[in-house]
């Protein structure tokens, strides 16, 4: 197998955990509220937000045999940059208040994610962060589009409430392609045992976020 595929085949259990919780069935289906709904987009800024720091923390700490990874890391960036404000302009087309979100803090989950990431940059293997890659990308790829279009039907939301589920959909398909040829090229076992094991904590950490909202919303809202 390539790398590619056993990180997925490695993390196949976590991530069919994730992609089978309450609340992301339940958003599939149309079955939450415009409050669930902008609950979700408030924690994707304050993780959202993040992730041109974490990308350049990323690329100054990785060693030099990595050049060509850290090059990788500097068109990341580029396509990342300001998103958390797509974010906000979703939260202002739904009736929510972008500004008391752009001012206010995360929920646990969120915050302890966001810490871990930088924790794994700083302390543990700057390579490790591609395991963060996986699940958002990847979480982005199987479910952002199909939710965002059903979300959009059964709240009767304009098109510019999904922007940011819209836009990752379709943006991340190429990303993942383009992450494949970056995970295949790392030659350290060492590294790509990091990638997994991390990727199978983002899974969890990212999985706590959606439990989150699903112990706000879902119970109340399919009584």
Known sequence: MTNYEQLLAATEAERNELQSLPIIRAGAAGQVSLD??????????HHVKHTTPLLMSCGGRLSGQYEWLRTAVAEYIEEEVGHQEWILNDIKACGGDADAVRHGQPRVATELMVAYAYDTIARVNPVGFFGMVLVLEGTSVALATYVGQTLQKSLNLGSDAFSYLGSHGSLDVEH??????LINRIDNPDDLTCVIHHAKMFYLLYGNLFRDLGNRFLTKEIS
Not at 36 to 45: M, N, R, S
Not at 176 to 181: I, K, R, T, W
């Open 36 to 45: 669930a709904y902008i609950a979700f987009l408030t924690e994707a800024y």
């Open 176 to 181: 993942v392609d383009f992450y494949q040829s």
